[in-house]
């Protein structure tokens, strides 16, 4: 049944394998009027490319896409969006070891199990691949926000094993302190700790040198969001938030606000006390903010007009260039070693995945908030 | 725009408040042919009841489930089901002093911002009263997995504050060591390290004089669940678990299986090795499984066969019988308190409420899978 | 899998048959603060009523519906609106000749052929009794149409066997001339062709007299509704609509505007021309309309601006005192007669539930613009 | 909000404009194996195809689709399936006098109003053009019904203006009856009654002359559908079936079984009869069957086995080389002449599209009694 598609009112949905031809995503409910075009589409996906920096995979794609409908003159028109991005690099691999073999953490197995077979090349459906699609629709997520209310959503490493970012204020984190280093150069690990940013580096390579990968965190960030967005019960913006981290590769862990610290938190500890704002008032309603954030910006599924903060655990990635214990499709014991270029930590890709993911989240209660609420 | 149904072929959809006339849930897409009565309802409807024991809420609610619709001579016939529960302690309480005031924590002021004003008395909708008839649906997918392949979910308290409990393997883990201690008594605290349990509720005991609450942890473990189920990109088991389990008031985080401790994993210690099953043949196919359950159940949004793992961060009770600090609709400084009965703790009520949104997930998936793979 | 929801953003969900407890309704994405009273569903509910005059069913219903949701101090709060009508008149029955027998025209076997068994009394799921909920939600529909562009929708008998009402202009009829004659009595029938109501009465006595049914056709306009309603592919405003009526029991056509009557034309004698419209003007906007509605109010599936015109051919009713010959369970040949009382003619009775599926088309429709083309 | 997808279980979703670049669907919910290469698509896109006789439009469109994802080595992999079919002809057109025409019975006015501008090239989103997906589509979903049940989905055209064919037995029709004459030349105006379809050519072709349009009528028969799909509320198979055909362009109305001839019958008339059917038992059911088809294989929403039955009435072209009457976007009366290629009459190519929707509901509503109601 159904299940590539996402969102209620600002909707997208995909199709693509690793090695076929392309991937595609329909992007449906798109407020008309927007400008787009492929320039504004290669900002994130330049950020997702493989290849973009050595601690990457060295897989060779440009990912330009081609807008396919939706758009005419520079514009959204309302009608559905499609947007193509070809594979280039899909025909000059040996699968052969995989075909039949089972790769451990790969959705190889639960694939075989639910379909009878599987696209085995490079991972088929299962792959990261399909969200250079995502990353495409996330930004025109991306500029709905921003054109409502300035809406901004920023993503950035905070742990890469053992090694932990110090941010003092994530509502304060630039897109530039993510993306670029004071010389210039490109922030490759996408850590705004620019102490921890560089452990984090020299820890990937090591482990790359291992033949190893290594976990992560990442933390996203969306300012700017109004009071009132989120639906009470089961599309509560922590749900719908957290369905779209988890719908990422990878993600085995998902919090929100304080987290799981909470858990051995007392109430009186752990409420967020309401205060005036008069800075906030407009419309005749008066300011109103909290003295902390560890709800995340979000309380009883709604936004409260705070930074909504979430953070994701990556695990390592599970492609290893070593030899792993495994079985084939017989069932009968075997090993496996994935060639070719991988990884060697999730992370620094992953941010504008999440990015993207969180943005689409934020664009689709924004309308559903028009839909029911708006006094047009 | 509708954020009140959940599921897509087993699909719930919810209405009532905390001290409006009754809470109802319509079911839609049930298997005909099951058997339903008000006893079944009953057995976990009671396990959420308030008042049933002194670390709860002593709020007085028999929550006795009327069957209104979709059952006839004890069956499912196919049709939807609507179930009933109304409130019964609804009109006795004086809500003065929470009408203009926003009580931190809870989603007043979020409410106010949405729609311009609210239901107050006792949280209105965003009470976590919505959940009996989750609960109510809970027991009919619970029925569908049990029926379709032996299927079993069970949840349990694992932390309280600083009290960890032990869970030596949680696919062992039995419903009556969740609710009834070795001398017969019921397990009030619904963890089933015995040692932890008792120091668990004599810390609720403690922080309930203090006029405070506390936070906890819950596992809940899904057993025989077949491998095959969830979709590949956006509607990955984990995407809807996490779902689920976010969508119930109070949760902060979701993780499985290893959760937040990938992140300082290599992927070397991380990955599980498939290894032959032969118990497990079946239909021709070989018994496959892994060695270790680091992955929770699912590999690329698919269930494996293992058993699923899921843990939830449940934050402390908002609602505090001491004062806090909070402003008004005006927003003006003012306090707060919160009269009359509270759960100092939400964890023993959360373990039904968290299974039911776990069954129905996975029935939903049971009911997907056979839509597009079965050979019928 | 779910078929008891309709509409994507004001949504409602069914459950209910016409011999058990009760109906009840899930309406969602309610816009806050319309005000919603029990009084208010009676009128469209008290329209639809059996026993309102001698020309319908004489079950003894009084239909009064209970608010348990949603509704606050007698306005809508924006969460899920729930609203259950108990059946009266359930016990009373005698069904042990249709439990075993299917009934010519009815659901009976393709019930049975679906579900396996079926609840047999009164028609179970598939009684018209399941409309009286549609009717109380198209209430709410009514009201959101008239707050936003005072829009209506006023539905009335065109047909009944062979005598065809002459509606000289549809968008001229009245909601009073529909439902009152001058003399004040009640319009039984809802023609507002005084001279063909009476014969349309005249004749469905004669029927009735003859143990037998009639068929009948319904026209049903909306008038005020603005230009840019509806989505131009699958959802197009018409698709829409039709499936609304077609999902009403008893419907075996429906058309729009012209109609099957385009079948016989020319493009030079269909198309409408547009024409200029100063009185429309609005919003910097020049006015424009066309000379005459061929089109229905309705072209590429979005509105025009124009009245929307549509009409249903509601087939006999299948219910017959007489005998009528077919099978039972068994495959064996024996014949059934409906004991008790039946609507000769469905027609009177059809026009609120085909005014409710309408409105709420529109409604759902409205909101869907506000959500993608609003700018709030 | 979005209404570019149809379908719950088996779903597509499309994009594309008549001018854009290309033309997508994905197709949702396919199960796993069913054999599907671009051959197979071309021989319902060529049925469809601009320039396949002298009375269609002589635009020239290759229309080779390329099917992006969800197909490896031949076969549907269970993930969703993207085709591709790229407009060839989209450059060469002069729209200067629609830009800020409105074309009478076009979507040119609703389009503005609705999203404010248009993609005016041939009509945009609105043109038919985005029907060569949905053809495609089509072909995935005759496969489903092929396999599942050897279920088929015939449609041909039974009017003309006042040329009316005369078919015996719809169930009886073939394809190669609709698609070819006796003496191997094809069958362009897709009428089995060959006397008939003799004439309509002729009556098309002096239409074409007088530079005018024609309207028209088509019958859509489904056979070997098995009893019990549908859903017995709002998405009754008969409610599902009318949203598809009004979806199309240009459908004004849509019946089945006797449909607007009902109006005028009695019950005892128009009640078929079940007898007995000894050679379609099976699993222990006896075989059941009515002796006359009024009812159009649907009671009660709901298939009952016998063929289903639908008729639609399609408009005569609204684009017409003669010079119309109309306004243009400032409100100003003027005229419209549409150059360059159209049909005269939409009927022979309507078929195949007609034909495609009908298989698409079919197809989705086998998924959806899998999924409910299947022993797997």
Known sequence: MPGNSF??????????????????VIIDGVPPGIPLSVEDLMVDLNRRRPGQSHIVTQRDESD???????VFEGRTTGTSVAILIRNQDQRSKDYGNIQDTY????????FDAKYGFRDYRGGGRSSARETTVRVAAGVLAKKILKQAFNGQVIGYVTQVGDIKAHIPDPAQVTQAQVETLPSGEPNIIRCPDLVAAAQMIELIEAIRKDGDSIGGAAEVV??????????????KIKADLAKALFSLPAVLGVEYGI???????RGSQHNDHFIPAPELAHNGQPGITTDTNRHGGMLGGITTGLPLILRAAVKPTSSLPIEQLTVNKQGEPTTVRTKGRHDPCLLPRFIPMAEAMVAIVLADHWLRWQSQTSKS
């Not at 909707?11 to 090695?19: K, V």
């Not at 969306?222 to 599309?235: K, M, N, Q, R, S």
């Not at 987290?259 to 938190?265: A, K, L």
């Open 7 to 24: 969102g209620q009112a600002f909707r997208i949905t995909t199709a693509g394998e690793s090695h076929g031809p392309a991937n595609v």
């Open 64 to 70: 330009t896409p081609e807008i396919l409908a939706g």
């Open 103 to 110: 790769r451990p953490g790969h959705a190889d197995y639960s």
């Open 222 to 235: 969306a300012t700017h969001i109004p009071a009132g967005l989120g639906e009470p019960v089961f599309d």
């Open 259 to 265: 987290g799981f610290g909470c858990v051995t938190m």
